[in-house]
């Protein structure tokens, strides 16, 4: 069992890349800023090929592990780095998204000691890197593995789990696994923190979004396995009933 410094556990932050040379800088530089000094940063590149290696390199000294190499999808390359890392915790910070500030890391890890999970709020961004403003689903105060039956109310970007309790991403799911990953480790867990602060900036428009029928076939098939099937859709169908409210309240605030 790994034994934890309560005071200053060492976190692996494990970025996702593949040819976004726009995105990874901002990613970098986030990470970089951080005041806490027990960080340990690993970039997991697909073989990129149209400068993001070039852009990573300006970066080589604040990086701790570069993996470049053909990978068999994203969560592939996040197993690749989960099995890198070395930190107390992971979490995984996709290229393009960023924390929240400079002192994100100390906030957390002062918050409270040893708990398995720390969560906290996300911020939308978007290509310019405005603030769009919050996601739809409210992050829980109290989270375990139960938490997600209505959808995934925290963003992976704002869960730092420890490492110990962090299985490899089911690599059967192409766009939801991370779901999948973040259930089997609260159902582990035994304490989480809400940390009751913003922690992430999440640039929307990614593959999953793309892709999105695809991605709520693959998350009712894991919520299925976790929750079962008539609980599963009772739970769709409040799922689907507070998107309506939500799509009505907000169209009328546009209006």
């Known amino acids: ?15 996702v890349v593949y ?3 726009r995105g990874i800088e901002y990613t970098i530089r986030s990470v970089m800023k951080q005041t806490y000094a027990e960080l340990e940063y690993i970039i997991v ?13 300006r970066y080589r000294e604040e990086v701790s592990i570069l993996i470049s ?16 890392a070395t930190g107390d915790y992971i979490l995984f910070l996709n290229s393009g998204d960023e924390l929240y500030e400079d002192m994100t890391l100390e906030k957390i890890f002062s918050s409270a000691e040893n708990a398995d999970i720390y969560y906290g709020e996300t911020k939308l961004i978007g290509e310019k890197r405005d603030i769009i403003g919050d996601r739809r689903h409210k992050t829980p105060e109290r989270f375990d593995w139960k938490s997600f039956r209505y ?18 991403y089911d690599q059967q799911y192409q766009l939801s696994a991370d779901i999948d990953w973040v259930i089997r480790a609260a159902k582990k867990a035994k304490t989480t923190v809400n940390i009751h602060q913003y922690v992430a900036k999440y640039l929307v428009g990614g593959v999953s979004q793309k892709r999105h029928q695809q991605s709520l076939r693959e998350r009712y098939k894991i919520l299925k396995k976790h929750y079962g099937t008539i609980p ?12 309506l409210k939500h799509r009505i309240i907000h169209g009328k605030t546009r209006e």
């Open 232 to 243: 599963n859709i009772i739970n769709h169908s409040i799922i689907a009933f507070r998107l």
């Open 69 to 84: 190499e053909k990978d068999n999808g994203i969560y592939d390359a996040m197993n690749k780095g989960l099995a890198a």
């Open 45 to 57: 590149d697909g073989l990129s090929t149209d400068g993001t290696l070039d852009m990573i390199d």
């Open 151 to 168: 959808g995934m109310n925290v963003c992976h970007q704002a869960i730092y789990v420890k490492r110990e309790i962090a299985e490899p």
């Open 19 to 21: 040819n976004d040379v």
């Open 1 to 15: 069992m790994t034994i934890i410094n309560p005071a200053t556990p060492k976190v692996s932050i494990v970025t």
